[in-house]
């Protein structure tokens, strides 16, 4: 505890429920076991192609100088040393003082992509790790150009700013669907435990990082037998292309959706969400993307219910895979607390994540699944003690809720403009994008404040862009990230 830290009890425990999760049935193993000779196959190629690209592009020291000659962001550093790492682990390099030695013949990558063909990995991959080899076959080709500064990282995991490449990772492949269906499984049976308790019993479910829905949308479907006892779901993540994304596909399912931004790594409070208000708390491959695991920790826990619980599902593992794909984002390199993390990764182990969890006053751990640790994922169920560490920006609010979803025009019409001179019909047509993009009503938006101060990131922009690209010629990919108000 800091000096400027007070610890606080939330009053009004809910009912100890944790426990009887632990007798849930597990869905059907999945038939996936990949051929190990196959695996050690494929990283041995991945290691080669590693040592290709840093014997041609001269990248055997981690050098600040080539960084910036390459342009390339900070966090490639930690990437590229992790990747020598690996390259030491496989045999096929060498560490002698900060200087790294490849060994034996290095093989080129004409030969390697010929290799790879020869080799027949897709087709021998089996149908549940079908995404995982899209996405990796979709980096590695990339790689070179990557790392030579020709194209953006995220670029080529959301080509178009389409998020299909990922998505598949986590959602749509028999995989990722057991996991989430683990979650599910969870979710429910508290739920029904608790209605057996308390018969009008109302729940508010909150979810961190929820993007485009991976595991909220299999839920959804599987809570309209219980939404009369669902008060709330608010689905939140860090963009609000992810929010417009929920309310335009599951508002349907879910009457009772709730949207609000929201960064973990911050406190609710100061975010407009409201402490000790969640009956359960759910992050499905967030947690591990923030700087430093215990303030994140106690975040979540400040919006729990006194014995709410939080449900993670959470990477188990490191792999070269891994390292190669997300390992190219600036997110995978946010961790501070490297100590924690499993090496060269983001992730926790299933003894750090107890370890953590337990410090910070969850007093009942369960790992639901361990028998699936080891296909790269971990479910775990913690149950909140009702204490939490407040400062004066994480102190208690009024529940602040965010208002239900307006509906706005996705496209907008060039009719209703065209009676203003160029410019003013211009800023008009302008203006109306940029309402429909933000979801916001169009009066609201002002051409000469700040786009960003609407809630404008990133990913809204490419969307934005793209929107305009089919009216305007010329318009390039970064027009909206040069001008900071719709006048400029
Ligand atoms: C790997 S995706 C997983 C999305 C979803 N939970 C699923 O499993 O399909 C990670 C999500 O976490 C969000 N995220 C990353 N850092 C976050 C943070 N500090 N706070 C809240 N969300 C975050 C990202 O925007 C992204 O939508």
Redesign the pocket.
Known sequence: MTAQEWLSWYPNPLPELIARLDAIKLPEWPDVVLETDLSAELNHWLCQWLSACFSELGLLEVSHAHASRSGWPEYFSRWQAESLRQLVASGLAVKTGEHYQLTGSIVNRASLIQQWHDAGFRARCPDVFHAQMQLLEACVWALPDILTGQRKATDVLFPNSSMALVEGI??GNPLADAYNQIVQDNVLAYLHQRLALEPNAQFRVLE????????SAGLFKRLKPLQNHIAEYCY????KA?LNHAENQYAGDAPYLRTAL????KAPSVQGLANNTYDMVIA???LH??PSIKPTLRHAKQLLRNRGVLVL?EISANSLMAHLTFGLLA?WWLYQDEHLRIPGSPGLSPDTWQDVLLNEGFNHVLFPAPDWHGLGQQIILAQSDGRVRLTQASAPTKPVLTPAPTIVKANPTVSAVSELSPRAALLAWLSQAVAACLKMPVEKIHAGKALESYGLDSILVVQLTNQLHKHFNGVTSTLFFEVATLNA
Do not use: E, P, R
């Open positions: 986590y959602k961190i990082g929820a993007g485009t829905g991976g595991t939140t993540d860090l963009s992810f929201f960064d973990v790594s499905a491959n967030v993307a923030t599902n997110g």
